[in-house]
């Protein structure tokens, strides 16, 4: 089994910034995917941005130039740092990990921007 734990949500004003965390551990092999979802109220669970074991990453069109997704392959850590944070990018934000064809997701972190 994976285990992940998110931190680092919060409420933010628009314009802000926050980063998010994620720690993975248990039966963690060497050839395994990275990401952040969010879900927002009434809404799908949508991918926001996604990093290979190599670093290749990809980015939600809505957040490119403004996230950034990283990882530390010896820490089994993936982190998301949001930038000119929007109101609509309120949701709860997902951390999740792809091994073996099987995903894993964390609990959850809220992300609240409101002025």
């Known amino acids: 089994q994976v285990q992940l734990v998110e931190s680092g949500g919060g409420l933010v004003q628009p314009g802000g910034s926050l980063r998010l965390s994620c720690v993975a551990s248990?039966?963690?092999?060497?050839?395994?995917?990275m990401a952040w979802f969010r879900q927002a109220p009434g809404k799908q669970r949508e991918l926001v941005a996604s990093?290979?074991?190599?670093?290749?990453?990809n980015y939600a069109g809505s957040v490119q130039d403004r996230f950034t997704i990283s990882r530390d392959n010896a820490k089994n850590t993936v982190s998301l740092q949001m930038n000119s944070l929007k109101v609509e990018d309120t949701a709860v934000y997902f951390c999740?990990?792809?091994?073996?064809?099987?995903?894993?997701w964390g609990q959850g972190t809220q992300v609240t921007v409101s002025s």
């Open positions: 990093i290979d074991k190599t670093g290749h990453t």
């Open positions: 999740n990990l792809n091994q073996f064809a099987t995903d894993y």
């Open positions: 248990g039966n963690i092999y060497s050839a395994y995917g």
